[in-house]
Every structure is written in structure tokens, then in C-alpha cells.
């Protein structure tokens, strides 16, 4: 018991007198002796394990990691618009960023959802969270490109979510801030009469991955944390922290931790489906869009949508409990059996874990101490398993690695700790450099997890590396586990702010890796599917250049007739068909990005000249021997010049305008029918 | 003699002829088959690929639809099995004969053929190319293995060489085994 207290005490110092942290280069030291360094290495040429996929936070993006070596293998853009790519900027893929606020091209991405057949990783798809602007994105790991957003209405803070069950039927999520439902102007005091919180259950497609909003279930004005599925036993029943119980709107570090004991929330979501089915919903106008890449033109459709619908507890009996759980939880972990749910108070000097059976039970025996808002509150000790005492400062999230261990982070002492899940006894501890948030076993919240590594991703850098300034990556520690103590071997720097990570065998994603478009499926309108197809046509002040790229020319590569006040589309197809062979486009006087373009693929880039003159365009990725070749030219005509519109590729310039206008009328009444 | 000409049969199954281009970024191989009747590769779009690294160095253009050969070689190769049939009806000595030494020519001037081939691409290169090496040309081995610029060029004949040299030598034991009986 000592050691724990002069652990609390060192833990304590980290926190408070963090500056002067001289010690920890030697503690690190003993930590890594042996074959650490080899247990990481991945020699060259060889591939990781594990894929770990790493929401990127205030980066609003994910990276892709791979495990053990802990090397970036992509950033892929979500949520925030990416220059680099395109993405967000061309014409395709602008309107991945509409929202009912109108385009939003930055997000806060916190959790990662891998897609889940029968309670494991399948390894189709990636789900994750927007929180600012409430939406959830879908990502295919075939090709690693975002192809979906869905925006969730009128909830504020999407930080509960997305948490999927064990078959992708939900991904659920909860409003981390409760709000007047519909808005209305009313004054912020009003909290405890006007504020109302959603828990939101998000239909996943099984063939397609589509997402639907299908039902809101309308709950009192708490803060919505952090949430789980049940799986195994307790599939079918949703579990969901809250904090703010006390339902304060000032000053929450004080007014919010002032009761002993806030509420989970515990929803029987097949119960739910049960009165959808039933009728016992009310439906109510909003809005909301929904974003979705066409898989055929790789043009994203956005659609707003206007309907949502409510469930009420009040309405509908023996679908919502609340159980209470210590002081201010924050995650809310399942093992992989189903039984136990991990409650992990982050006021809270224990974990409170709660058996489902013993759940099942007190509901059957209506248990119960009390109610809120006519949700009933299952009695605390009717459904704990037990307490896992003292066992670290701050409780964030637990894991899992299938062998009976559950493995917690604790922000404030800066620690892994490893327990018994039956027993609740400690077994191990291991310091985190510094202040843990979420950690990751490869598939630790599914009915198999991996466990061999833990991944723990902490909040605080300070010396953990050579110093860049007063802004520092976030520091991840990998650990092995598959011994009885666990074992540092690896740090690594992330990108922007990783949350939550989830981790996946790589053979569960290598073989379906996509390594280009299959140029006969392109199906977008503007594309150009050969070279002798190229044209440029003017409709007005608009000019489409319908141009190709393969090494290493682009075609056509002199073109004449812009004038200055044009809007030129440049629909850029890749006529390469091998692996990593993609080409960009920039061009001078572009406003707004460059192009990324895959083999077999379609992206069109606006320009608009506004200055006379010849300006220069090229391919922005090193793509041949002769890439710095591949360029043209653009020649800009002032205003109401009369100079025609011409193109060519090592040629006399061509100005076939009719049958250039033919093609594009065909092109725009297909893209027009496309929608 | 009738698995003579079954075994001729296997011309169309397997490719006659492999040439592997390897270098460091083509991880695997860049690997073209020559059929009887067609060009392939180990991949989908593999005649493209070579075509666009071939440009470099001037070397014409692959094109399977315009080479004569692929049209009317499978058309011999189904004559030869007829006549092998017919030389089955027949029966007789110098009938097995006749169609070995047919097939026997028509193997060789197969491979002349394909030699004269890689010479034109090999040598008849754009003068406006952008890579040109002094005093280099570009003929793939028609046998055997060979550095070209980056690439390690190796050829050797296929499965489908060896049913047709197979099949050759059933033709000539047909007629041994007639003669002798």
C-alpha cells in the first residue's frame, strides 16, 4: 500500500511541478533494457503487424500507424480540409464539408470505430466522430479515402460517439453538452427547465456502410461522455457515462464535481428498435445533411435532410436506466465477455465495475432508488460486480487483452495499470511519460482482442523529445504485454491530438488494399478517357479543360482563349494504370489548392485568371524521370478580347469548338442526371 | 500421334514465351507473356506500363492488335492439328513424317520470326526520344538474360514452347514407331 501512496505522491509532482522533470531520462533506461529496441524494430522492407489508426483531435484528421514500429504510414484528411490532396477543394469532393451551419472545413476528430462482425474487427470500414460540428465520418479501408459524413442534429459536442455494436447494426453517440431542444433564445439559466441531451442511434448499411440517422432518444440535460456496446450476453443494451449531473452551466470544474455519484446510462437499444417499429416515435423538423461519395463518379452528393425521430423515456417504458457510478466518469468500457462494464470515475479514488447479469437482475426485480425524470436509477450496489480499490489517479479508459486483464489509464498519476477483471486485483503498473488519455490493444473492445501490445496516448509531452518550440507532438508509448508485467518499448511522436485508436491485424486490411482506379469503371462525367479525347470548351465565362496526365505529359499542355473574370474548370484525369503513380496539378494564381490525382481517377480544380498573361502549370508529384518535364501553359486574354480557344499537345493549336461543345453538353447533362 | 497433336493443343493454354523486366520499383517483376495468339502480362495493364517506360528510351509501341502474327499463328496452329488428325487417318510412316518436319520448320521460322521482332523494337528507336545512351540498343535476349538500362531482362521460352517442342517430338516418335513396326 505504500509504494501506491508514493506512487500518488511522484504522480502528484508530475502534474503540479511539471517543469522540472530531471529523473525520467533514467527511469527510461531501466525500463528499456533487454530486447525492447528489437521487439519494435521492423526491418527494412518487412511490414508491422497491426495497422493503428489514430484520431487526430484538433487536426480533425486520422493517422495511420503501424505497430510495433510506430511508423506514419498515412494521415488521412476527414474533417479538415487538406490542401495537399485537394481534398475539400476540388470540385468532387467539396461538398463533403456542407453542414446545416454551411461549410464547416475543420473538425475535432476524438474516436475511432472499426466496422465489427460478430464482435470482431472486419476490417471494411473506419468510423469516427466530429465534435464540434456534431457529424460522424466513414472511411473505407480499401482505399483509405473518407467517404462519407453524416451530420447529427441538434446536439452540441459530439464527443460521445461513434461506438459501435458488435454487427455495425448503431454507431451511438450522446451530446457531450445539452441544449435547448429545438434551439430557441432563452437565458443560459434556464439550464434545469430548457436543456435537453440526445443519445443518437446512427444506422450502418451492412452491404454499403451508407449511414442513417434512424432515432433520437430524447434525455435529461446531463453531459453525454463516453459510451459502450454491449456485446456477447449484453448485446442489444448501450451504456453511457454522464457527468453534470448536478446540472450546472457555470464554472463545471467546481459546480459539475460536486455531487459523490453521476448516472450511467443504460439503454436497451433492441427495445428501442421495438417501439420504432411500434410507432411510439414523434418526429420533428430540423435540419441536416448528409454527405456521401458515389461510388460509381467518385462525386460526393450532399443531401440535406429535414426529419428526425424522437423517442421519450417517459413514453417508453423499460428502454432507458440509470445506474450511478462515482463522481464524474469518464470512460465506460465492456470486457470482451459482455459481463462486466468498467466505470471509470475520474474524481473517483476507485473503479466501480458492474456486472450485466446483476444489471439484468435488479431490473427484473425493479431494484430501483428512485428515478430522474421518470428513467429509473438501478440501485448502485444491486448492479456493481465490484470495486477495484485505489488503484491510481484520474480513471480515463480501460482495454482489454482476452487473457481476464483489464489494462486503465490514470491521467493524473500518469500510469497504465494492469488488474485482474474477476479478482479487481492490481497486477502491474507502468509509468506513462506523461498523463495518459486513451489506450489501445489491438481489437482490446471487441469479443477477441490481440493482446500483445498497448498503445497509451498521453496528453503531455514536455521532454519527451528534442524540444520544437512551445508547441510539441503528443507523445504515444507502446508497450508489450504479453508477459505478466508489462514492458516499454517503444515512444513515438503523433500527429495533432490522437483520442481514442484502434488497432487491427494488417491481414485484416492488406488484401483488400485497392492500388488504383480501374479506369474502364470511371463513371465520372467530366472524365477524359484517352488522349485523343482532350478538349477545352468555353460556356460562357466558364471554361472546362478537359485534360489527361501520364508520364509525364500533360494534355493538352498549351492552352489559349482564358480571359481574365473566367471560372476554368481543370477536370484532370489519371491515365495511368499502375501503383503509385499518382499526378498532381498546380497551377499559378490558384486561390485554393493543387491536386492529388490517383490513377484511373477524375479531379477538377477551379481557377479563375485575374491576371493577363502566360502562366505556368505542372504535376506536383515526382512522378517519372521526366516529371519535372510534365508542364504547360495557360495563356490569359484580357477581358473581352477576342482571342479563341485553342489547345494542343506537340501540335498545331486546335480549335474544334463544336465538337468540344458537344462533348461537354453530354458530359454536364450526365453530371446534372448524376445528381 | 494424337497426343501430338492434343500436346500441340496446349499452345493455346500457356503462354509460348516470358520476358521478366526487373528493377528496384517494380517489386515482383514487370512480366510479359507471349502467346500464340496474344501479348499478356502478370498483371491487367502490364503492356501499358512497359509501353510507357519504353517511351523514354524511344522504343515503339507495343501493340498487340497490330501485329499480323497473332492473327494468323493460331490459325496455323489449328491447321496443324488438323493435319495432324488427317496424318492419324492416314496412318502411315511418311504422313508423320510429312507433319513433323512441318511442324518442325514452322518452329523455327517461329522463333526467327520472334528474334526479327525484338530486333525492330530493340533497335528501330525515335530519334526524338527523351533518353538516348550513345551507342545503345535495346533488343530483349531472345534466350537468356541481360541488363538494360535499369532493368534485368530475362527470356526464355513458356509452358506453351514447351507442349509445341513436346508435341514435335511425338510427331517424329509417331513416325519412328510407325517405321519400326
Known amino acids: 500500500m505504500k509504494t501506491h501512496f508514493l506512487n500518488y505522491a511522484a504522480g502528484l509532482s508530475l502534474i503540479f511541478l511539471m517543469a522540472s522533470c530531471g529523473n525520467q531520462g533514467s527511469e527510461t533506461s531501466q525500463v528499456l533494457g533487454g530486447s525492447a529496441a528489437e521487439q519494435a524494430y521492423v526491418a527494412p522492407g518487412e511490414y508491422d503487424e497491426f495497422y493503428a489508426f489514430m484520431s487526430g483531435g484538433y487536426s480533425g484528421q486520422i493517422t495511420a500507424y503501424g505497430l510495433p514500429s510506430g511508423r506514419l504510414l498515412k494521415e488521412i484528411p476527414v474533417f479538415s480540409k487538406y490542401p495537399e490532396n485537394g481534398y475539400g477543394y476540388s470540385e468532387e469532393t467539396k461538398a463533403m464539408f456542407n453542414t446545416s451551419y454551411g461549410e464547416v472545413p475543420w473538425d475535432d476528430s476524438h474516436h475511432i470505430e472499426l466496422s465489427q462482425t460478430d464482435g470482431e474487427f472486419d476490417g471494411r470500414w473506419l468510423f469516427v466522430n466530429g465534435n464540434n460540428t456534431p457529424r460522424i465520418a466513414r472511411v473505407d479501408l480499401t482505399t483509405f479515402e473518407t467517404v462519407e459524413i453524416l451530420e447529427i442534429p441538434d446536439v452540441a459536442g459530439l464527443h460521445c460517439a461513434p461506438f459501435i455494436t458488435e454487427n455495425s447494426e448503431y454507431l451511438v453517440s450522446g451530446t457531450r453538452f445539452s441544449v435547448p431542444i429545438p434551439q430557441k433564445d432563452v437565458p443560459i439559466d434556464t439550464y434545469k427547465e430548457n436543456f435537453k441531451g440526445l443519445i443518437n442511434y446512427v444506422s450502418v448499411d451492412p452491404e454499403h456502410g451508407h449511414m442513417e440517422l434512424a432515432f433520437q432518444i430524447e434525455m435529461p440535460g446531463f453531459n453525454y461522455d463516453l459510451a459502450r456496446n454491449g456485446k456477447g450476453k449484453s448485446h442489444g443494451w448501450s451504456f453511457l457515462t454522464t457527468y453534470n449531473s448536478e446540472q450546472e452551466h457555470t464554472l463545471l470544474e467546481v459546480n459539475a464535481s460536486q455531487k459523490d455519484k453521476d448516472l450511467m446510462a443504460v439503454i436497451n437499444w433492441k427495445k428501442a428498435e421495438q417501439y420504432m417499429k411500434e410507432g411510439k416515435f414523434t418526429e420533428r423538423q430540423t435540419s441536416y445533411f448528409h454527405n456521401l461519395m458515389n461510388e460509381e463518379t467518385t462525386i460526393v452528393e450532399s443531401e440535406e435532410k429535414t426529419l428526425t425521430k424522437i423517442l421519450d423515456p417517459k413514453n417508453c417504458p423499460d428502454m432507458v436506466y440509470f445506474i450511478p457510478v462515482p463522481k464524474s466518469p469518464h470512460g465506460c468500457d465492456v470486457d470482451p465477455t459482455g459481463e462486466y462494464i468498467v466505470g471509470n470515475g475520474k474524481l473517483s479514488a476507485d473503479m466501480s465495475v458492474y456486472s450485466f447479469d446483476k444489471i439484468m437482475k435488479a431490473i427484473e426485480e425493479k431494484n430501483f432508488d428512485g428515478e430522474f425524470d421518470g428513467i429509473p436509477i438501478i440501485n448502485y450496489e444491486a448492479a456493481l460486480d465490484g470495486i477495484v480499490k485505489k488503484p491510481g489517479l484520474g480513471p480515463l479508459h480501460t482495454e482489454f487483452d482476452g487473457r481476464g486483464n483489464a489494462y486503465t489509464t490514470f491521467f493524473i498519476s500518469s500510469e497504465v495499470v494492469k488488474w485482474d477483471v474477476e479478482s479487481k486485483e492490481i497486477l502491474d503498473r507502468q509509468p506513462t511519460f506523461y498523463s495518459p488519455g486513451h489506450l489501445v490493444i489491438p481489437g482490446g473492445e471487441t469479443r477477441k482482442p490481440d493482446g500483445k501490445y498497448l498503445v497509451a496516448m498521453n496528453k503531455i509531452t514536455k521532454d519527451r523529445y528534442l524540444p520544437t518550440g512551445p508547441e510539441l507532438a503528443h507523445s504515444a508509448q507502446l508497450f508489450d504485454i504479453s508477459g505478466d508485467k508489462m514492458k516499454l518499448i517503444l515512444d513515438f511522436p503523433t500527429k495533432g491530438e490522437p483520442h481514442y485508436a484502434q488497432a487491427i491485424a494488417a491481414d485484416k486490411i492488406q488484401p483488400n488494399s485497392v492500388k488504383f482506379y480501374d479506369i474502364e469503371q470511371n463513371k465520372h462525367p467530366h472524365a477524359t478517357l484517352g488522349e485523343s479525347k482532350t478538349k477545352v470548351v468555353r460556356d460562357g465565362n466558364e471554361v472546362h479543360v478537359y485534360m489527361t496526365a501520364i508520364r509525364s505529359h500533360l494534355a493538352p499542355d498549351n492552352i489559349e482563349g482564358f480571359k481574365v473574370g473566367d471560372k476554368v474548370y481543370f477536370h484532370l484525369t489519371n491515365l495511368e494504370q499502375d501503383w503509385d503513380v499518382p499526378h498532381g496539378f498546380a497551377i499559378q494564381g490558384a486561390t485554393n489548392a493543387e491536386l492529388l490525382v490517383m490513377p484511373g481517377q477524375t479531379r477538377t480544380l477551379v481557377w479563375e485568371p485575374k491576371k493577363v498573361g502566360v502562366f505556368a502549370f505542372y504535376c506536383t508529384d515526382f512522378c517519372s524521370a521526366l516529371h519535372q518535364e510534365m508542364s504547360g501553359y495557360a495563356r490569359v486574354s484580357p477581358k473581352g478580347s477576342d482571342v479563341p480557344i485553342k489547345w494542343g499537345l506537340n501540335e498545331k493549336l486546335r480549335e474544334n469548338e463544336q465538337a468540344a461543345h458537344d462533348f461537354y453538353e453530354k458530359a454536364k447533362k450526365s453530371a446534372n442526371t448524376g445528381k | ?181
Open chain 2, 1 to 181: 500421334m494424337l497426343l501430338g497433336v492434343l500436346s500441340l493443343g496446349g499452345v493455346f493454354l500457356f503462354p509460348l514465351w516470358q520476358i521478366t523486366l526487373d528493377a528496384a520499383q517494380f517489386p515482383g517483376g514487370l512480366k510479359m507473356h507471349i502467346w500464340v495468339n496474344k501479348i499478356s502480362g502478370s498483371e491487367k495493364n502490364i503492356i501499358q506500363n512497359i509501353n510507357i517506360l519504353n517511351h523514354y528510351i524511344g522504343m515503339q509501341y507495343i501493340e498487340p492488335d497490330s501485329i499480323a502474327e497473332l492473327k494468323y499463328f493460331p490459325i496455323v496452329a489449328y491447321a496443324m492439328m488438323g493435319l495432324g488428325l488427317i496424318s492419324l487417318v492416314i496412318n502411315k510412316a511418311w504422313a508423320y513424317l510429312t507433319w513433323f518436319i512441318i511442324i518442325a520448320i514452322l518452329g523455327v521460322l517461329g522463333i526467327y520470326d520472334f528474334y526479327l521482332w525484338l530486333y525492330d523494337y530493340g533497335h528501330n528507336l525515335d530519334p526524338k526520344a527523351p533518353i538516348k545512351v550513345e551507342g545503345m540498343t535495346y533488343m530483349p535476349p531472345l534466350f537468356g538474360e541481360k541488363d538494360l538500362l535499369n532493368f534485368y531482362v530475362t527470356s526464355y521460352p513458356h509452358l506453351g514452347s514447351g507442349f509445341l517442342g513436346l508435341s514435335t517430338l511425338l510427331g517424329f516418335a509417331a513416325f519412328w514407331f510407325k517405321r519400326k513396326s
